[in-house]
């Protein structure tokens, strides 16, 4: 990134990780980098083109470039100021384990990834009290939770698995059943639960839990809202059972992830644990 007069920044045998700015109107040519990078949208927008595509990164976004990508960005939408970590070889293959995200282009939009990026934007933030071991550990638990929440985009049958997907981001907060779900997109469902699986890479339980993680996690930074309020806005059962469900997958409970505290447990063993080993990457 075009860089502040003092950005802030970090490296580590591990990462580099930069803090910086593009000015509106500014642009980078076609480029690469040597390793793979995660860069994390802390203001403002920007395009980027990659693979014949175009990226709208917004405020909260993380995108996940590998390393020899050869992409292009555009800043015509207004200042964008960020946070860069190019992840080093070694540390990009200790990571590989938890999930192939780092392999391919990823962008996720807010959510409990947006979330633990931010967390890690925030320890930057403590300039000479910054610590080399928290952020090395928050990016560990951003890939973790990353390859938790990549999933195949379905392919046979896709007609019907794309509207079973519509439905849940549509109405997460509903109490939606498998049954009823399978009606409505008119397939059995024995059907549903396995064509879904196979395509997203994991049960629709699941795949509804995290959509509604997702949302609380992005309240929970951004809104005052009482944690009961958002509980229950979400559809969890009472609050209760939602803090116990937000601990288990970020390590920590609702009142520090709004805090900006720092993961309790090792991501690696947590995601093995609970998930039953890393996440297939699509």
């Given at each position: 990134?075009?860089?502040?007069?003092?950005?802030?920044?970090?490296?580590?045998a591990a990462?580099?990780?930069?803090?910086?700015?593009?000015?509106?109107?500014?642009?980078?040519p076609?480029?690469?980098?040597?390793?793979?990078t995660?860069c994390?949208?802390?203001?403002g927008a920007?395009?980027?083109?990659?693979?014949?595509?175009?990226?709208?990164?917004?405020?909260a976004?993380?995108?996940f470039?590998p390393a020899?990508?050869?992409?292009?960005?555009?800043?015509?939408?207004?200042?964008?100021?960020?946070?860069?970590?190019?992840?080093e070889?070694?540390?990009?293959?200790?990571?590989?384990?938890?999930?192939?995200v780092?392999?391919?282009?990823?962008?996720?939009?807010?959510?409990?990834?947006?979330?633990?990026?931010?967390?890690?934007?925030?320890?930057?933030?403590?300039?000479s009290?910054?610590?080399?071991?928290a952020?090395?550990?928050w990016?560990?638990?951003?890939?973790?939770?990353?390859?938790?929440?990549?999933?195949p985009?379905?392919?046979?049958?896709g007609?019907?698995?794309a509207?079973?997907?519509?439905?849940?981001?549509?109405?997460f907060?509903?109490?939606?059943?498998?049954t009823?779900?399978?009606?409505?997109?008119?397939?059995?469902?024995?059907?549903l639960a396995?064509?879904?699986?196979?395509?997203?890479?994991?049960p629709?339980?699941?795949?509804?839990?995290?959509l509604?993680?997702?949302?609380?996690?992005?309240r929970?930074?951004t809104?005052?809202?009482?944690?009961?309020?958002?509980?229950?806005?979400?559809?969890?059962?009472?609050?209760?059972?939602?803090?116990?469900?937000f601990?288990?997958?970020?390590?920590?409970?609702?009142?520090t992830?709004?805090?900006?505290?720092?993961?309790v447990?090792?991501?690696p063993a947590?995601?093995?644990?609970?998930?039953?080993?890393p996440?297939?990457?699509g």
């Amino acid at each position: 990134m075009v860089q502040r007069s003092e950005p802030r920044q970090l490296a580590t045998a591990a990462l580099r990780v930069t803090e910086g700015i593009h000015t509106a109107g500014s642009g980078l040519p076609w480029h690469e980098h040597e390793n793979p990078t995660i860069c994390y949208v802390r203001d403002g927008a920007f395009r980027e083109y990659l693979r014949g595509r175009e990226l709208f990164c917004r405020p909260a976004s993380v995108k996940f470039t590998p390393a020899g990508e050869r992409h292009a960005n555009r800043f015509d939408l207004g200042d964008a100021r960020g946070v860069m970590v190019e992840v080093e070889a070694a540390f990009s293959l200790a990571l590989h384990p938890l999930g192939a995200v780092l392999d391919e282009p990823r962008q996720f939009e807010g959510g409990i990834v947006g979330g633990v990026a931010a967390q890690l934007a925030r320890e930057l933030d403590r300039a000479s009290e910054v610590n080399p071991a928290a952020v090395e550990g928050w990016v560990v638990e951003l890939v973790a939770v990353a390859a938790r929440r990549q999933a195949p985009t379905p392919g046979r049958g896709g007609r019907w698995l794309a509207q079973a997907r519509d439905i849940l981001h549509a109405e997460f907060s509903e109490p939606l059943g498998l049954t009823a779900l399978a009606e409505r997109v008119a397939v059995h469902p024995v059907t549903l639960a396995r064509g879904f699986r196979r395509a997203f890479g994991c049960p629709v339980g699941e795949y509804l839990r995290r959509l509604r993680l997702d949302w609380a996690a992005d309240r929970l930074l951004t809104t005052s809202q009482p944690i009961a309020a958002i509980a229950a806005a979400a559809g969890f059962a009472d609050q209760s059972h939602f803090c116990r469900v937000f601990r288990r997958e970020t390590g920590q409970a609702p009142v520090t992830w709004r805090g900006g505290g720092t993961p309790v447990a090792p991501a690696p063993a947590r995601a093995n644990r609970e998930e039953g080993g890393p996440a297939r990457a699509g």
